[in-house]
């Protein structure tokens, strides 16, 4: 590689990490304006249930063959061609992955629109029963139309997914991470055309459905030009002989058994949450969200910077592991007070966020209750998403799979007896007046719960795998503990400004809360020595250096 060719694969300045992480908070919040939006038209009921169903196939298509089977398999291959001088197979190995992925894209989204009534019996069998219960919404039919116009989206999310894999490995983070942003913003622009109609729930669900296809063609489309200027040699093939694509096959099988391991994971939830009372499909979606928030701004997006960094470090040699702990420390330090703001203050953040037309107060207190299940496994998770690229950056991709199956049975093992138990218990017995009249149970809260706690096996399987392999400790529990204690010591004055501003507007009160609350953890860290926002946005681009 020439120096003009380094320079370029190289970012203008600042931490890789901060780049990736500035993409996905500027699509995230997108993302929560565009649930803002749904939540407002449709709350925490039948129509939500069903949007949220429509994305799971595709979703599940996307993140079998999409970001993390592109990163896995990709990603390492590519990465070492272009630190090797030898862009031009590179580009020839870019051209015959993107033809492979556009082939197999275009066959799953037919499929999906000819079987869209068994795959929501499928993802949804809870569904079927609202025939039988009058004055139910249909679920089941509004899913499969709803399918049937969303589900295409699919093959161009997967190609998406394939320009964001060669962009990173050129070190180009912003544009593949702002992509999505368009597709938060069809959907929300298709919600606002229609509402201005009649404001029909049916009407208002097919067009988000239409809005959601408009918008993943853009994801794809705005990155072509910037694809194209970092490629040499593309040339679109279907042979299995260029060079390196035997490669990325080999290790394609192992990460989509261990991304499906995952997908098994998110379709027994969706699964279960349609037996249970309606709106729990929403309500672990819209608390999903939020908890996704974190694990993106904060897990994926080191996670993704650091994987063509720990693949040019494949040999476990003097860098690898202290490149990995480091990340892992920048991770800590911002998902940590995220974890413990979402306990003590989710039923505000929820509120600020969703809580307008049919979002209820009953709806808000679900959700909360949701987030805090969820973010009980945040670190975890977090973490286990920067080990499970360590694993793929050293060519392991095995062992991540089957760690992956046994985080699900440990989540199914407490899920369902939990969601049984909890389910019995509807929002108005626990919380009274506030949820008077609601027909929302806490059903949804168990297997939040069961999540949590897969979570952390998961965690301890990959630490324990990946010190038999490479050997040394990685894991910074002490640093995460310091820094659970400062960010308990910042929450108890926002908590009392909290009891201070009690009765009034959700709008005000949850910025001055969440805001002193996360003034108060920036300050009292670098005082105590726990690193600092400047350390947090540099830290990487130091290491790399």
């Given at each position: 590689m020439t120096a003009e060719e380094r320079r370029e694969d190289r970012p203008a300045g600042g931490s890789r990490a901060a780049i990736v992480a500035a993409g996905i908070f500027a699509s995230r919040l997108a993302g929560l304006i565009r649930d803002r939006a749904l939540a407002h038209f449709f709350g925490v009921g039948g129509y939500a249930d069903v949007f949220r169903t429509a994305l799971r196939g595709p979703n599940v298509l996307q993140n079998l063959l999409g970001e993390g089977t592109i990163s896995a398999a990709f990603i390492p291959v590519y990465s070492r061609l272009i630190e090797q001088g030898r862009r031009e197979e590179a580009g020839r190995l870019a051209g015959a992955v993107f033809s492979l992925l556009l082939v197999l894209a275009a066959v799953l989204?037919?499929?999906?629109?000819?079987?869209?009534?068994?795959?929501?019996?499928?993802?949804?069998?809870?569904?079927?029963?609202?025939?039988?219960?009058?004055?139910a919404v249909d679920r089941f039919a509004l899913a499969v139309e709803a399918v049937r116009i969303i589900f295409p989206m699919t093959g161009v999310l997967v190609l998406s997914a394939w320009a964001l894999g060669v962009l990173n490995s050129h070190r180009r983070f912003l544009v593949p991470y702002l992509a999505p942003v368009l597709w938060n913003v069809s959907i929300i622009?298709?919600?606002v055309a229609v509402s201005r109609g009649a404001w029909q729930p049916e009407s208002l669900l097919l067009a988000a459905c239409w809005g959601a296809l408009a918008g993943g063609a853009l994801q794809f489309l705005v990155q072509l030009p910037f694809v194209a200027g970092v490629l040499r040699g593309f040339r679109p093939s279907l042979s299995l002989g260029v060079g390196g694509v035997r490669e990325v096959l080999r290790a394609v099988g192992p990460v989509i058994a261990g991304r499906g391991v995952y997908q098994l994971s998110a379709y027994l939830d969706l699964a279960l949450a349609s037996l249970l009372a309606a709106g729990a499909v929403a309500a672990m979606g819209w608390a999903a969200t939020l908890y996704l928030l974190p694990v993106s701004l904060f897990g994926m997006s080191v996670a993704a910077a650091e994987l063509p960094e720990l693949s040019r470090r494949a040999d476990g040699g003097d860098g690898y592991l202290p490149?990995?702990?480091?990340?892992?420390?920048?991770?800590?330090?911002?998902v940590v007070p995220t974890s413990v703001g979402y306990l003590a203050f989710g039923w505000l953040i929820v509120g600020a966020i969703y809580r307008s037309g049919r979002f209820t107060l009953a709806d808000n207190a679900l959700v909360a209750l949701v987030l805090a299940g969820y973010t009980l496994g945040l670190v975890a998770t977090t973490w286990s998403r920067l080990l499970q690229n360590?694993?793929?950056a050293l060519g392991e991709t095995v062992v991540p799979a089957k760690i992956a199956g046994l985080r699900v049975g440990v989540s199914a093992l407490v899920a369902v007896p939990a969601m049984l138990a909890l389910d019995r218990h509807g929002m108005a017995e626990i919380f009274g007046g506030a949820a008077a009249g609601s027909d929302l149970?806490?059903?949804?809260?168990?297997?939040a719960l069961g999540s949590a706690a897969g979570a952390w096996v998961e965690l301890a399987a990959l630490r324990r795998r990946l010190a038999a392999r490479v050997g040394g400790h990685f894991l910074p529990l002490g640093r995460a503990l310091a820094l659970a204690v400062v960010a308990a010591g910042a929450a108890a004055p926002a908590a009392l400004t909290w009891w201070l501003l009690a009765?009034?507007?959700?709008?005000l009160v949850a910025p001055a809360v969440v805001?002193?609350?996360?003034?108060?953890?920036?300050?009292a860290c670098p005082a105590l020595g726990l690193g600092s926002l400047r350390q947090w946005l540099g830290r990487v681009e130091r290491g790399r250096r």
């Open positions: 989204s037919l499929a999906g629109i000819l079987f869209a009534r068994p795959i929501v019996s499928i993802f949804a069998p809870g569904f079927l029963l609202d025939v039988a219960t009058p004055g622009a298709a919600l490149r990995l702990r480091r990340s892992l420390e920048q991770m800590a330090f911002a360590a694993f793929f149970r806490l059903g949804a809260l168990g297997l009765g009034g507007p959700v709008l805001g002193l609350y996360a003034a108060l953890y920036l300050a």
